[in-house]
C-alpha cells in the first residue's frame, strides 16, 4: 500500500473468518477503496461479502464465465442460483 498501487488483488481474503471478523473486513475492505481511490479486484466465495463490497461481479463456474453484472443482477441470474445451489434451487428461493 507504500507504494500507492492503482489495483489491489485480494484471493480468498475471508477464508477461515467468522461472521464478526468477515465484517470487520468488508468494512475494511471498503474503507481501503474510498480512501485510496483504489480499484479491487476480489476473489471470494462468501457472497455476503461479494454482495456487499461489488459494484460489478463476474461469477465463474469450472473456470467458464457463466455471468458478469451489477450484485442485483447477478443475485436474481439463474445460471448462478443453479451452479451454486443446485438445479431447483429458483422454485425454492
Known amino acids: 500500500m507504500a507504494a500507492k498501487p ?6 480468498e481474503p475471508a477464508a477461515g473468518m467468522n461472521p464478526k471478523e468477515t465484517k470487520k473486513l468488508t468494512d475494511l475492505i471498503h474503507d481501503i ?6 480499484t479491487i479486484i ?4 462468501d457472497m455476503k461479502l461479494v454482495m456487499e463490497i461489488s459494484d460489478y461481479i463476474y461469477v465463474l463456474d469450472h473456470g467458464e464465465r457463466i455471468a458478469s ?3 442485483e443482477e447477478i443475485r436474481n441470474d439463474s445460471r448462478v442460483i443453479e451452479a451454486y445451489l443446485g438445479k431447483g434451487a429458483e422454485a425454492h428461493g
Open 42 to 45: 476480489l476473489i471470494e466465495h
Open 33 to 38: 477503496r474510498t480512501s485510496l481511490d483504489i
Open 6 to 11: 492503482k489495483v489491489l488483488l485480494l484471493d
Open 69 to 71: 453484472g451489477r450484485p
